[in-house]
């Protein structure tokens, strides 16, 4: 099993709320990511970070921040939840081996829903 | 045009049979594939690493043609927790791509 977690699981929030979804990896990982994913459809990569201080806008233009000031810490925060903001967030780490960054072990996801 | 394409399905298999099924990928440069597995409303989790040679893990083989840049996943003896969407995923420039996956579903 993946030591990779998130907080909250579920949440349920009003229009206008300012929000941080958490994640945290205890594998020492470099890289970590976010990901958006609607019901049955692709992830999306919106955040990476190769590393303290290191974050990077993905390829789905996003509304959310990220910061990275402890290696393990990787948290995702919306500065004013819209219900566009709707979907799941998945938190992702992997480390850098043999010249490529290999599996990415994925968090459980926090499943946002703003009304 | 996506870079890394999947046939959604879904594929409905009678247990115990077979299924294949393929992913492209427009990258030429790419040199690392892999095949995820995700289930209904969980994390995806990496099923397998796909090698240039080929590679099986048990009832599930992968291979890799890079002149047709496609990978492809086999099932054999297919059991009802195969029921899953798979993820083709490629190492684009660095960067892992995700395909939106295909849809296996798994009947008695």
């Known amino acids: 099993e993946a030591d990779i977690y998130q907080t909250p699981r579920y949440l349920v929030i009003g229009t206008g709320k300012k929000i941080t979804l958490e994640c945290s990896q205890t594998m020492g990982h470099d890289k970590m990511y976010w990901y958006q994913q609607d019901p049955g459809m692709e992830l999306h990569l919106i955040h990476y970070?190769?590393?303290?201080?290191?974050?990077e806008k993905g390829d789905l233009s996003s509304e959310s921040t990220v910061s990275r000031i402890r290696t393990e810490h990787f948290p995702l925060t919306l500065e004013s939840a819209r219900p566009s903001h709707t979907s799941q967030y998945l938190c992702?780490?992997?480390?850098?081996?043999?010249?490529?960054?290999?599996?990415?072990?994925f968090g459980p996801g926090t499943r946002l829903t703003v009304l | 045009r996506k870079e890394v394409e999947q046939d959604p399905g879904p594929f409905n298999v009678p247990e115990g049979a077979t299924v294949a099924f393929n992913c492209t990928y427009s990258n030429s440069a790419s040199q690392s594939f892999f095949w995820y597995r995700q289930d209904c409303r969980k994390e995806p989790k990496l099923l397998m690493s796909?090698?240039?040679s080929g590679n099986e893990d048990g009832r599930f083989t992968a291979q890799l043609n890079r002149a047709s840049q496609y990978i492809s996943l086999l099932i054999r003896d297919s059991k009802l927790s195969d029921s899953a969407t798979y993820l083709c995923v490629v190492d684009s420039w660095g960067k892992l791509q995700f395909g939106a996956g295909t849809q296996v579903v798994v009947t008695p």
């Open positions: 796909v090698y240039s």
């Open positions: 970070s190769y590393g303290v201080n290191s974050t």
């Open positions: 992702a780490s992997s480390e850098y081996r043999r010249g490529t960054y290999n599996e990415q072990f």
